[in-house]
DNA sequence: ATTTACGCACACGATTACTGTTCTATCGAG
DNA sequence: CTCGATAGAACAGTAATCGTGTGCGTAAAT
């Protein structure tokens, strides 16, 4: 669900591209079956997202290997798991909770599943902000900061001056990586820092990593899994990193 | 132009319902044309907005006289002096400036006309922050604080705090009220508080102003006159009250 | 209890977004 | 410099979406 034909054809094209590191625009209308016409303005958009770098006849990667897919083709992946442990992570905030909620695709799902709850919230994402613009009952709190173009996390002294001047009840983490033996891992290293700001300021850690994160290890350590209380996943996650995160003290939750 | 029958009606229903107080149902789908579900659909949306409050049959208005109608309302009035003077302002600002944009719905338009510019922005409203969102050339900075329901405007400690931190070549501030006598004056008293902070920080202060402004005082005395460097206004805008400005220091450009 | 209004569900119309085709200007290779 | 191929603008047809109206069951106020 939510995968119209032309979110499809970009995901497909971006995969294409990266793959064979450049490809041209025929290959590209072949491949997916539209227009070369089409091809274009699709690759103009991703070129927009700084997802490849256009040239006469086709397209190269700027992708590196081991690095994220842009936001918005990544929003749409396992969107039903995601909204799954996002219910499960709404259901574990109390009414009145004061709550710290990350970026990335997960936390805004979080985002939109505590949109007519009574909390206060302090996202780092504008996706997340945008998300919460309106909900009566929600004491909506922005932090300062600079964008990350397409991501839209909220980065730099501002982000962690806005944090750091607060004490929040519970963090609600996204990840790139998490696992008993790396901890808490991410690909951006102003990301990292200011999940750690999150984390100093919060009484209470949850973590949310969807079943791949969990063999997964990326650049910027951001902490020990042991410093998370709470890991919602789902529930095909492999049982021997959850039980590592167990025995680290760390409650997993399947959903 | 940007007037679209909807726009209109809702327009039309406010004012009936700030006029007479409070008002039917039956009534309004009689003067708007339109029929009651129609009628019903827009009123909910007006009491979203904080616009007017629902009883069964009918409205009553929540705009105590002299208080503002809503941003979205107010977006769409006289937007076409509003460009102009917004394409004036951006002829102001020079690259590479670093620019604090105030919120309202003049500066609103000041964020889209300089979206394609190389300038360092932080815009003190959502709208401006998501108008910005995207364009490759500009730095964007987010202050923090909470955003006011429907105007966004961002305001608190955090906001402050925010603003206090930098320092800016160029403050470009709405208000509600600009005159020689009281100077720089605005509706919310916490708004008023984030443009002094602004006026504070900056070294040059563009004042936005459409003529209907410079005869009109509001409550909170933000600055006075002489404190603006600047102020663009509308060709319509009463000489009297220009000269006086231009006597206290300041330099008007009608356009 | 009765009447009135509300809002859900569906259907229709208008507007908008998307895709493909054609044609011309442009770019790059040799 | 010339030639061939590609890019992009303009238009048209189609799909999808949004706004609006009607009918009906339900809830609320008198």
Redesign the interface.
């Known amino acids: 669900m939510a995968t119209t034909a032309s979110t499809d054809r970009l995901r497909r094209i971006t995969e294409a591209v990266r793959e064979a590191g450049s490809i041209g625009v025929a290959e590209l209308a072949a491949l997916t079956g539209a227009s070369e016409m089409t091809v274009r303005r699709d690759l103009e958009v991703l070129a ?1 997202q700084g997802v490849l770098e256009r040239y006469r006849g086709g397209a190269r990667s700027l992708l590196l290997r081991g690095e994220e897919p842009p936001f918005t083709l990544r929003a749409q992946e396992g969107i039903v798991a995601k909204r799954r442990i996002a219910a499960e992570v709404a259901g574990l905030l109390a009414d009145g909770e004061s709550v710290v909620l990350d970026s990335g695709t997960t936390c805004l799902e979080v985002a939109r599943a505590v949109a007519g709850r009574r909390l206060t919230v302090m996202p780092l994402s ?1 996706h997340a ?2 998300a919460l ?2 909900a ?1 009952q929600l ?9 990350r ?1 397409g991501e ?1 996390a ?1 980065t730099g ?2 982000t962690q ?2 944090v750091a ?1 607060l004490r929040f009840d519970t963090a609600v983490l996204g990840c790139c990586g998490l696992n008993a033996a790396h901890g808490l891992t991410a690909y951006d290293l102003d990301d990292a820092t200011v999940k750690r700001a999150a984390i100093a300021s919060s009484r209470r850690i949850i973590a949310v990593a969807e079943a791949t994160k969990l063999t997964r290890t990326a650049l910027a350590v951001v902490a020990p899994a042991s410093s998370v209380d709470v890991v919602v996943t789902g529930e095909d996650a492999p049982e021997e990193e959850t039980d590592a995160l167990t025995a680290a003290g760390v409650s997993v939750r399947r959903v």
């Open positions: 927009g504008l902000v945008n613009t309106g009566p004491t909506l709190l922005v932090p300062g900061g600079r964008p173009p839209l909220l002294p501002l001056a806005s001047a």
